[in-house]
Nanobody, 125 residues
């Protein structure tokens, strides 16, 4: 089992920045990759970014590429999402997730075994 706790979400004005954190605990040695997904009100869950735990390869959705940056503090099993130039359309609950199998695309939320409770990001116009 892996436990995930997100933090850092809050209300921010358009153009502002936020940094989200996701602290992982438990059987973290089984982690293949960690990712951020988001879900806006009335919308489907959407891939935001991912990082492989071995090698540190990073991936981004087209909607956040160039504005968001994913990083980690490996020793503490913490994943970060630095969000810059925020837009109202970035408003959503942001979830951290862990993938423990090599099969499946990193952007496919159904391939992630563990999820955090989410943190709300609200961007005002």
């Amino acid at each position: 089992q892996v436990q995930l706790v997100e933090s850092g979400g809050e209300l921010v004005q358009a153009g502002g920045s936020l940094r989200l954190s996701c602290a992982a605990s438990g059987r973290t040695d089984s982690t293949i990759s960690m990712a951020w997904f988001r879900q806006g009100s009335g919308k489907e869950r959407e891939f935001v970014s991912a990082m492989t735990w071995v090698g540190g390869a990073t991936y981004y959705s087209d909607s956040v590429k160039g504005r968001f940056s994913v990083s980690r503090e490996e020793a503490k099993n913490v994943l970060f999402l630095q969000m810059n130039s925020l837009k109202p359309e970035d408003t959503a609950v942001y979830y951290c997730a862990v993938k423990i199998r090599w099969s499946g695309h990193y952007a496919d939320w159904g391939r992630y075994a563990y999820w955090g409770q989410g943190t709300q990001v609200t961007v005002s116009a």
